[in-house]
Nanobody, 125 residues
């Protein structure tokens, strides 16, 4: 059984930092695309960042490029999202997701077959 466990959300002031973590089990971690998506109230789900650890392929949305960093730890089967310079518009529920794919991609969130529970990130102004 594939399981994704997300953690690390919270409340932070604008300009602050948070680190999200996604623990993955039941899936071949190295050649899977592990992604973070987010969804704010009344808005569509948005891709944030994605990584494939075996080839270090990464992709970021323009809205977070330069502020967020995605990383993976093959030994621990975890993917992390370091979020710096947080803005109020980053407020959302963040989800980690996975699919068997050797290319990092944020397109078509519905192609990701495995999802963790969301974790709330709130950035106050």
């Amino acid at each position: 059984e594939v399981q994704l466990q997300a953690s690390g959300g919270g409340l932070v002031q604008a300009g602050g930092s948070l680190r999200l973590s996604c623990a993955v089990s039941g899936l071949t971690f190295g050649n899977s695309a592990i992604a973070w998506f987010r969804q704010a109230p009344g808005k569509e789900r948005e891709g944030v960042a994605c990584i494939v650890s075996d080839n270090d392929d990464t992709v970021y949305s323009d809205s977070v490029k330069g502020r967020f960093t995605i990383a993976s730890d093959n030994a621990k089967n975890t993917a992390s999202l370091q979020m710096n310079g947080l803005k109020p518009e980053d407020t959302a529920v963040y989800y980690c997701a996975a699919k068997l794919n050797i290319r990092a991609s944020l397109s078509n969130w519905d192609t990701y077959g495995y999802w963790g529970q969301g974790t709330q990130v709130t950035v106050s102004s």
